[in-house]
């Protein structure tokens, strides 16, 4: 007997796969680092007021939570391989649209557009990744996609840097999210079905056929899965209601401060005293380097640490980092950096955690469903959350809004302590059985 899909070698379609597919996180970081450093030039350009400021900083939230909703569904019905790349060609249209606006209320259209198109992306990606890599590379694979959201914001963060004394930089810093869609978009053609979607909808022979093409005439599909037919209704079945709970909980503490920190990071830094314009933009750019660094070691970890366990441990230094920030206001600058960077490695393996328990602990029929949901949540929080901010920072002050973080840190925490599984070294079947007591 062939070895099963499961426990197949690590070849060049999964690394071609992952590095493509991880282009829905990469344009979540960019596009939403992009709009802050826009924002800069933009206020003054369009006489933008707090109200603006904060509804065009969130509105690409608004749209990830419509695109996951629905198109996390969409994608479990209809499959991966179709919704593919139509959501590329998408941003690709509306990143170079930007370019023309004339209106506040034109941006927030555009950029809520764009959101629909990341939101649609992400459960039809990360499903693709999960179904095809094997057991022992799927934290790596998995931190690889966390880790580009932040090199994807870096970049944001480094374009905005150079464009930041431009005249009329903020089309250019708005209109370039097109150039890697175009990439990505000429690196995706080709792409198979998923072969776990297409056993599900009883399409056995081609799952085979994709399977032996891939990994070779001894590979199998799946030897240990039942597929049922995609229903809503399933997440109403005993376990799966509290896995849905804990992975929204789980998703939402902890994007919901670093979206913070990434679309308004120049604001932040500056409200801290850490200086304003290009200074505040390389403070930025050394956060995002802890963000990215803290993944690394997270992949490893997971598997060997576990999911658990790295899960808890994340989020009491992540606390810690935010209580700082929150008590300490006008500590030297050494504790201020210090304390964002402590926050942003230790997000690592929460960070990675957000895209592997939502695609572990669901079966394939609503595995893209649930991330989807996971997406569609946390940012309709985060929405709020980015919209209230601006007038946090005036009306509280910087201090106060980092507390709010620690608290949202909290919430994270609690829920990790009380929900999260361990699936280390399970197959997905195995994993999506895991019951949560």
């Given at each position: ?267 932040i830094l500056n409200a801290f ?109 985060t929405f709020l959350a980015m ?51």
């Amino acid at each position: 007997m062939g070895s099963a899909l499961e426990d197949v070698e690590f070849n060049s379609f999964l690394k071609k796969l992952i590095i493509f597919a991880s282009g829905g996180p990469f344009l979540d970081g960019y596009i939403m680092v992009i709009i802050g450093l826009a924002l800069t030039q933009l206020g003054p350009h369009l006489n933008l007021d707090v109200f603006w400021t904060g509804l065009i900083g969130a509105s690409a939230l608004a749209g990830l939570f419509a695109g996951g909703l629905v198109f996390g569904y969409v994608t479990d019905l209809v499959g991966r391989q179709l919704m593919f790349t139509i959501d590329l060609v998408a941003i690709i249209i509306l990143s170079i649209w930007q370019i023309f606006i004339t209106t506040p209320l034109e941006l927030f259209l555009l950029r809520f557009a764009m959101g629909v198109a990341v939101g649609a992306d992400y459960p039809i990606a990360t499903s693709l990744i999960a179904e095809f890599t094997p057991r022992r590379y799927r934290a790596m694979s998995m931190g690889f996609i966390a880790g580009i959201w932040y090199v994807g914001a870096t970049a944001a963060d480094l374009v905005g840097y150079f464009l930041l004394d431009v005249d009329g930089g903020w089309r250019w810093m708005l209109g370039s999210a097109a150039l890697p869609a175009i990439i990505l978009i000429i690196g995706r053609i080709g792409t198979p079905e998923s072969p776990r979607w297409l056993m599900s909808k009883g399409r056995i022979d081609e799952a085979r056929v994709i399977v032996k093409k891939v990994f070779g005439p001894d590979a199998e599909p799946i030897a240990d899965e039942h597929f049922e037919k995609t229903q809503l209704r399933k997440f109403i079945k005993l376990g799966y209601f509290k896995k849905l709970l804990f992975v929204v909980i789980l998703y939402t503490a902890q994007v919901l401060p670093m979206y913070a920190i990434y679309t308004f990071g120049p604001q932040i830094l500056n409200a801290f005293g850490l200086g304003s314009g290009n200074m505040a933009v390389l403070g930025d750019i050394v956060i995002s380097v802890f963000f990215l660094i803290g993944c690394i070691p997270a992949m490893f970890w997971l598997e060997s640490f576990g999911r658990r366990r790295l899960c808890i441990l994340g989020f009491i230094f992540m606390t810690m980092a935010m209580l700082v920030l929150g008590l300490f206001p006008g500590a030297p600058i050494v504790i201020i950096v210090g304390a964002f960077a402590l926050y942003a490695f230790f997000s690592g393996g929460p960070g990675i955690l957000e895209w592997l328990y939502p695609n572990e602990l669901f079966p394939t029929e609503i595995r893209a469903t649930a991330i989807g949901i996971a997406v569609a949540f946390s940012k309709v929080c985060t929405f709020l959350a980015m919209f209230v901010l601006p007038y946090s920072i005036k009306e509280y002050g910087i201090g106060t809004t980092m507390l709010i973080g620690a608290g949202i840190s909290v919430v994270g925490l609690a829920a990790s302590i009380l929900w999260a599984p361990e699936t280390k070294g399970m197959t997905l079947s195995q994993a999506a059985n895991v019951i949560i007591k």
